[in-house]
């Protein structure tokens, strides 16, 4: 059985970060362990939270998997919360790598054309750095200008700009890049991704549903990093990811009094499974 290691914060209430990534990537059949940034209460889209920051812990952490001769066959990041934790990660990357390990970021720090509270451009730009050294990263448009410090794209773009878009990604350092939340088309969204190594543009739509919520990107990358490990090629990896958070999307809506703070990924598993085999 394959290891990866998720490494974002964890919410004990709300459905991100690692409270998605854990669940997602086990049900896929990959162990994995988990290196927690912080500890919040709850995710910040409830009115207030408590907050604990583990940053002093994760040296400490690592040290001791060192000592024990863990290794990982994939690292994934999420949503970070310093530069101190980006320069981390870059250590784990670089101390952890082997060939065959794929590398997967989510540069989590933005949407809507606003970066989240706390961060600002010379984050974004270091963020940049850390993509950098990813074997595939997929930030959405927000993510994607304030990176590359170019004008954030909002609704208004053409397929031949998102492709120009992903070809100065792949240019921080990373092979592969994907961008999330792409509309071309009234009433769809998906993703499209460019692989430098070949040339390859891959991308796929389903439904946009009418409706925004908390951790979906989430759910996203953790079904991709899960299908990538498992062996899916890029195109069938997008797929089952976009798939199944629009079906995650359609369980949480199909009943009255549904969560507000997430979308009910558990009751989409089966179908996960079902894609993950084809």
Known sequence: MKRVLSIQDISCVGKCSLTVALPIISAAGIE???LPTAVLSNHT?????SFRDLTDDIEVIVDHWKKENITFDGIGTGYLGSFRQIELVEKIFDEFHHDGMLRFVDPAMGDNGKLYVGFDEDFARRMGKLCGKADIIVPNLTEAAFMLGEKYLADNYSADEIKELLKRLCQLGSPVAALTGISLEPGRCGVMAYDSRSGEYFEYYSEKLPVSFHGTGDVFSSACFAALMRGQSLDKALRTAVEYT??????TISYDGHNWYGVD????TPLLLKLLDE
Not at 246 to 251: A, F, G, K, L, Y
Not at 265 to 268: G, I, Y
Request: charged share 15%; glycine share 6%; proline share 0%.
């Open 265 to 268: 990924f558990e009751s989409s």
């Open 45 to 49: 889209a409830f009115t207030g939270f």
């Open 246 to 251: 629009v079906d995650s999307i359609r369980q």
């Open 32 to 34: 994995t362990a988990i």
